[in-house]
T-cell receptor, first 110, second 111 residues
Framework: SQQGEEDPQALSIQEGENATMNCSYKTSINNLQWYRQNSGRGLVHLIL?????REKHSGRLRVTLDTSKKSSSLLITASRAADTASYFCATDLNDYKLSFGAGTTVTVRA | ETGVTQSPTHLIKTRGQQVTLRCSSQ?????VSWYQQALGQGPQFIFQ???????GRGNFPPRFSGLQFPNYSSELNVNALELDDSALYLC??????????FGPGTRLLVL
């Protein structure tokens, strides 16, 4: 079974706009990671946030984590066409075994 | 580029057949994990190998098996293929950090 669930399932935005997606999970975690997947290919690691962190930034990405609500959000600012992809949250069960949600598909319109 | 490669890129098999998928991890990475991703779903953890020993398995039957070799390569074997085994199979390698580096995947179609 999958630990995380992303919301929304799909998102369509105009280039330059911000995109926000959410992830909820069920059990305690060591860390939560976000990955991007382009057109059914391999996953690319975007950012990792540990259970004792509340917010983290990497370039145009901002991730928040609320362990009391068992939820995380990923914000992509000033979106570009190249950001069109599926985004997955993954929780680290233990020993680097990841449990993924079903993902959010983001389409950035030119 | 993650430095993780997989072969073949695509594969078509018939129900009941056996298949072997291959992965070459980053040098120095002791763990390799395999994931199955059905169309429209997130990846599901199959199993992980650490220093050539199985180190955890997800909810997959024994007909899914694996090997890890000293040269950072690994295999996923699936026996008695079923139609539902059609999916993208991803391998991921990791070192001492939590970040996993994924290969491009092998797309398997079972007819």
């Amino acid at each position: 079974s999958q630990q995380g669930e992303e919301d929304p399932q799909a998102l369509s935005i105009q280039e330059g706009e911000n995109a926000t997606m959410n992830c909820s999970y069920k059990t305690s975690i060591n860390n939560l990671q976000w990955y991007r997947q382009n057109s059914g290919r391999g996953l690319v690691h975007l950012i990792l946030i540990r259970s004792n962190e509340r917010e983290k930034h990497s370039g145009r990405l901002r991730v928040t984590l609320d362990t009391s609500k068992k939820s995380s959000s990923l914000l992509i600012t000033a979106s570009r066409a190249a950001d069109t992809a599926s985004y997955f949250c993954a929780t680290d069960l233990n020993d680097y075994k990841l449990s993924f949600g079903a993902g959010t598909t983001v389409t950035v319109r030119a | 580029e993650t430095g993780v490669t997989q072969s073949p890129t695509h594969l078509i098999k018939t129900r009941g057949q056996q298949v072997t998928l291959r992965c070459s991890s980053q040098s120095g990475h002791n763990t390799v994990s395999w994931y199955q991703q059905a169309l429209g779903q997130g990846p599901q953890f199959i199993f992980q190998y650490y220093r050539e020993e199985e180190n955890g398995r997800g909810n997959f039957p024994p007909r899914f098996s694996g090997l890890q070799f000293p040269n950072y390569s690994s295999e996923l074997n699936v026996n008695a293929l079923e139609l539902d085994d059609s999916a993208l199979y991803l391998c991921a390698s990791g070192g001492s950090q939590e970040t996993q580096y994924f290969g491009p995947g092998t797309r398997l179609l079972v007819l």
